[in-house]
Nanobody, 116 residues
Framework: QVQLVESGGGLVQAGGSLRLSCAASGTIFSINVMRWYRQVPGKQRELVAAISAGGRTHYSDSVKGRSTISRDNAKNTMYLQMNSLKPEDTAVYYC??????????WGQGTQVTVSS
């Protein structure tokens, strides 16, 4: 079994920064893609950023240029550095991973609130 624990969320003023972390633990041999999603009430969960095992990254237009996704494969941990935060970035942020076995896992989410 695999567990994902997100941390780093909180309340920040517009223009501020936050660094989210997602630590995976359990029976893990290899993680392929790691992703950050976010969701606000009443809306679909949206992909924010993704990073492959080799470090290739993808960003949604909404965060491109303001956020950096990274991973530490030795620690099975993923990060999302978010800068120049806007009120519209307010959401619950979830991490998602695809293991090499093909199984996907989700974290429980961490709340990010950006005040104007």
């Amino acid at each position: 079994q695999v567990q994902l624990v997100e941390s780093g969320g909180g309340l920040v003023q517009a223009g501020g920064s936050l660094r989210l972390s997602c630590a995976a633990s359990g029976t893990i041999f290899s993680i392929n893609v790691m992703r950050w999603y976010r969701q606000v009430p009443g809306k679909q969960r949206e992909l924010v950023a993704a990073i492959s095992a080799g470090g290739r990254t993808h960003y949604s237009d909404s965060v491109k240029g303001r956020s950096t996704i990274s991973r530490d494969n030795a620690k099975n941990t993923m990060y999302l550095q978010m800068n120049s935060l806007k009120p519209e970035d307010t959401a619950v942020y979830y991490c998602n991973i695809d293991l090499a076995s093909g199984t996907a896992y989700w974290g429980q989410g961490t709340q990010v609130t950006v005040s104007s």
